[in-house]
């Protein structure tokens, strides 16, 4: 079936450089994407979400993109820190299913070098 | 910070013994998912639901069971467990509408002996 998968299993930053984690969908009917960050042993974490009708949206220091063109979204972590250090997952509702029903990528592990 | 609570957080346990994970959260949220996830991987919808006496299953087959008898309790129970249960459980909630985002709890890591 379509799913939502991720360009990069890993990504290893120096602290204080931006981040950019990328993400691409299949399924045009996609309308709202959230990010997750899940660090070792906890939960995922919501960080910032995107409707579809919108290509941008930021946060506190977090932007998300969304390139339906392409049908690719990304996250950019600016200013990177060592607590930023954990696995991003991308997901995605489709339109017209269930409301409350998300599909997560595979996730891409960040790591944040002193 | 979401106020998702689950129990036990690790549990190791022998083929055959029956388990129940608790989930509950304080937010009031009528929706409530299950999510399985293996180390490093995706995370897979197995049970979700609406509100009270509303449950159903998701994506990945699963073996457990779930009740939904109080808003705020989500319990999910494998009668008889086997190694390949061995995982992580995710419990979720939130709130009605489509727009609305799943706050998840810290996760019980089920090892099967």
């Known amino acids: 079936g379509e799913s939502v998968g991720l360009h990069l299993p890993t990504l290893s930053v120096q602290e204080g450089d931006n981040s950019i984690i990328n993400c691409a969908y299949s399924?045009?009917?996609?309308?709202?994407f959230i990010w997750y960050k899940q660090e070792s042993g906890k939960g995922p974490q919501f960080i910032i979400d995107i409707r579809s009708n919108m290509d941008k949206r930021q946060g506190q220091r977090v932007t998300v993109l969304l390139n339906k063109t392409v049908k690719h979204l990304s996250l950019q972590i600016a200013a990177t820190q060592p607590g930023d250090s954990a696995v991003y997952f991308c997901a995605e509702r489709i339109s017209g299913g269930s409301n409350y029903k998300l599909t997560f990528g595979k996730g891409t592990l960040l790591t944040v070098n002193p | 910070e979401a106020d998702i609570y689950q129990t036990p957080r690790y549990l190791v346990i022998g083929t055959g013994k029956k388990i129940t994970l608790e989930c509950s959260q304080t937010m009031g949220h009528d929706k409530m998912y299950w999510y399985q996830q293996d180390p490093g991987m995706e995370l897979h919808l197995i049970h979700y639901?609406?509100?009270?006496?509303?449950?159903e299953k998701g994506d990945l087959s699963s073996e457990s069971t779930v009740s939904r008898i109080r808003t705020e309790h989500f319990p999910l129970t494998l009668e008889s467990a086997r190694p390949s249960h061995t995982s992580q459980y995710l419990c979720a909630s939130s709130e009605v509408g489509g727009w609305a985002t799943q706050y998840f709890g810290p996760g019980t890591r089920l090892t099967v002996l």
């Open positions: 399924n045009s009917a996609s309308d709202y």
């Open positions: 639901s609406y509100g009270v006496n509303s449950t």
